[in-house]
């Protein structure tokens, strides 16, 4: 699963690029070149995670949404966020569109998670 959308910069895009890695690398040993790809790819990598679990949850392939768990908890813990962000995002414009095509399911929902609530308050209680 890849997502296309960054494949192609535009040439303004490259040369913010290459003058950020110029500037952070004059007067410097540091490998920022590999810092920058390392923190693409972690932040590429972390919506990927997020697609992949949401996907195999939906479709109720347990092996992938657990490979996808596992993958998400090594990412740092900064990219975990970005991923949990990602999969709410995903999640809100799913339930979006379900309630597009059927309103009432908005009523349910709610209902259903008004009872879980009190369900909650009331295992605090005991």
Request: glycine share 4%; charged share 25%; with cysteine.
């Amino acid at each position: 699963m890849r997502h296309g959308e960054h494949d192609e910069l535009t040439n303004y895009e490259k040369w913010i690029v290459d003058e950020l890695l110029k500037c952070s690398t004059e007067g410097t040993t540091h490998l920022t070149d590999h810092c920058f790809e390392q923190t693409y790819y972690l932040g590429e990598n972390a919506s990927i995670l997020a697609t992949k679990l949401f996907y195999s949850s939906l479709f109720n392939t347990p092996v992938e949404a657990r490979w996808a768990i596992e993958k998400i908890l090594e990412l740092p813990n900064e990219y975990k966020g970005d991923s949990l962000l990602h999969l709410g995002h995903s999640l809100a414009v799913f339930y979006e569109m379900l309630v597009k095509a059927n309103p009432s399911l908005d009523e349910i929902m709610r209902n259903t998670y008004a009872k879980w609530i009190k369900g909650l308050k009331q295992n605090d209680d005991t």
